[in-house]
């Protein structure tokens, strides 16, 4: 198994109903888009090019991304270039105005995050791994891709991965409570 289907298969055993997964597909955009909106305030310039937080965050998660998959990748490192300059707008308004807008979409998109999770009876992948804060916006692009009808064989072994790992948690839960 590939550190790509590993990571997805982990992820994907924590969204396993499809309303959750639904809730995914906005709320974790609006997450993505809000940390831009913060970070892309906060930079310094070099040789006349101005590096934000922001700018940096990307890069940093284009190389993670690449890392796993160049396909993924790419198409995250175009996403990202298309919501940058957005975010860069959004820097541009008043304090008020941009704290406003960009801490109301970041709480708006955790909002449908802990929905969706209502309707899985799980708890977020992050709690147990870090790493899922930074595996969910690919998880919600595979499934989108999934959703096209491309990368079936991918998506075929993450879901039996997923739900192998999701009855071990099942089975886990359960002794705990037969525990006690």
Known sequence: MTRLEKLLSQYAAYHLDRKNVFTHFIGIPLIVFAILCLTAKAGFVVAGFPITLALLLIVASVIYY??????????????????????????????????????????????????????????????????GLAIGPLFVLAELIFLMGLRKPLEEKMLIEAKKLRSEMDQKSLKAVNAD
């Open 66 to 131: 690449l890392s796993l998959d160049l396909i993924f990748g790419v198409v995250m490192a175009a996403i990202f270039a298309i919501a940058y300059p957005y975010a860069l707008m959004i820097t541009e308004m008043s304090i008020t105005h941009w704290l406003t807008l960009s801490i109301s979409t970041f709480v708006i998109g955790w909002i449908f995050q802990f929905v969706g999770h209502f309707y899985e009876k799980k708890k977020p992948a992050f709690m147990d791994d870090v790493i």
